[in-house]
């Protein structure tokens, strides 16, 4: 295909973590609001219970489809098995459906009852949720196909349309009547999901028919593209490989031909991520599960944890999860499942090799910068955003002091496991799922007896040691793999001799400034924060300066701007 692959990703990246500030900006001023003004219990039935419906449905019905149809990059390329891939993503609309009655079901009847009080709109929400879920999912097929052919502006649109519709929406309803809150949040998240199914297909068949104008023009010119890239716009150059005449060829069964309706390569593919993915999804939101299944905590406690483990995990929402989801996608087009590195192009190996080592360092050096500040500035932080009554006790500030230890390990884990599961076979993922099954397994039995212990603090403790085991396999199965082409990318997760220096200094001086100017000044005590944050990323800039004049030099160049969508 007619587009580079690394700038993709490198911008996907870009716009994703822009776009997760965004949305986190909304989320946690809504958050505040709900805190101060309608209640913890509120915000914990909506934040834990109805978004884990959301989360268990969504990953249950498409992850393991959408990361095997994109490990397809041959098929891509081939116009008759379109169809194929387009069928592929349509199985996840009655997988969703048949899904979302025993979790409804059981979310209505099996866990920890719900006030009375609250019964009836948690009821409601519950079962829009699973609808607006079934209802997303039929634009996959279009999102599928604007991530293959790289619409990464499109995605940008849209998620952030879906987000201020949803907010705008639930903000409305809640200035209306606030006791209608958690009613508020279901009918939200149903018209939301409207603007990404008629958006996609909106867009596609406006882009469709401004395609086949071009084709005619370059055509009628006798394929002088001049007059038609004039006309349409240079992007339209790099589509000629575009297989869809129609955006009913984006609905399932549409295209006849002599091929099978599915691909059958495909479907074992699709059963190892099943399996991956289950046990991903405990690991990943395994303490909500704990706190839904078990009444660990009550909703008011649940909330607090919530609001916490989203301040905590800002870096993991905000860069690593954009930088893993884009890492992903450019080892499965860069690197072959199949083949064993000694034996593909000594380049493409090259430059995954110096990709993942840069990554490693930027990553890990953002997960260090967020401990070191974040033992001084937890407090300060939680004070600003929830007020006095929310920290008081001290247990906030605990939680998110515990949850800046875990962003190093986050850090270091999205990367390594994001390479291994787009580089590893469908047998070699099989076999890392019994690895996944016994994490998964010791991480609920530490999560449930740990938080017996300590409470809250026990999630997070659990998750550090679930970290350290992942982090172990992925790091020896990387280093065994390039071992075969002397290369050592993993050196990248070292930070600097200068870089770790300033960080102690820069930390050590925090504390200072915690102890001695915070009770007098927070205004004082934020001041330090910024130079010594200013210091750091100066020191880190300096060490790393060849990095930092690559990305300098991309920017100035504009060549991703002119390749991808």
Known sequence: MARNILNTCLKTASFSILFQIFCRFISFTINAFIVRFVGRDVLGIMNVRLLLIESTLLFLSKEAISRAALSTTTQHKNKSTWPQLINQMWITVPICALVSFPVVYAWLNWLSP?????????????????????????????IFVGQVF?????????????????????????????????????????????????????????????????????KKNDNDKTLA????????????????????????????????????????????????????????????????????LSFAQQATYDVVNNMGSLAARFIFRPIEDSCYFYYTQTIA?????????????????????????????????????????????????????????GLPETLLRWHCVAIVLLAVNGVTEGYIFATKTSKEIDAYNYYMAIFSVTFLLLSYQLTNMFGPVGFILAN?????????????????????????????????????AVLLVVGLTCKFSESNILPHSIIYHLLVGVLCGAVAMVSWCYENRALVQIGIDRVKSGKPAEKVQ
Not at 114 to 121: K, M, N, P, T
Not at 269 to 281: A, R
Not at 488 to 497: F, I, N, T, V, Y
């Open 114 to 142: 719900v006030g009375d009080l609250h019964y009836e709109q948690y009821v409601f929400s519950a079962m829009l949720m699973a609808i607006s879920c079934v209802f997303e999912l039929t634009a996959e097929a279009p």
């Open 150 to 218: 790289c619409f990464v502006k499109l995605k940008v649109v849209l998620d952030t349309l879906h987000i201020v519709t949803r907010s705008i929406i639930f903000v409305c309803i809640i200035l209306y009547d606030k006791n209608m809150a958690i009613m508020a949040f279901g009918l939200a998240q149903f018209t939301s999901a409207a603007t990404i199914v008629i958006g996609n297909y909106a867009f596609f068949h406006y882009y469709i028919r401004k395609l086949k104008e071009y084709r005619e023009m370059v």
């Open 229 to 296: 890239l004039e006309k349409f716009g240079p992007y339209y150059d790099h589509m000629e490989d575009f297989p869809f005449t129609g955006v009913t060829q984006m609905i399932p069964c549409v295209w006849t031909d002599d091929e099978p309706r599915f691909n059958k390569d495909l479907q074992v593919l699709v059963l190892s991520f099943v399996k991956q993915g289950v046990l991903k999804q405990i690991l990943t939101e395994g303490e909500k599960y704990v706190m839904t299944i078990s009444p660990v």
């Open 337 to 393: 499942r199949d083949v064993a590195l000694k034996d593909q192009p000594r380049n493409k190996v090259l430059e995954a090799a110096t990709v993942l080592s840069q990554v490693c360092r930027a990553v890990t050096s953002i997960g260090l910068l967020g401990l070191v500040f974040g033992q001084s500035y937890a407090g300060t932080l939680l004070l600003l955003y929830g007020g006095a009554d929310f920290v008081s006790g």
């Open 464 to 500: 550090i040691c679930n970290m350290v085991f992942r982090i172990s396999y992925s790091t020896n199965y990387i280093t065994k793999q390039f071992n075969t082409v002397q290369m050592k990318p993993l050196q990248g997760l070292l930070p600097g001799k200068m870089f770790a």
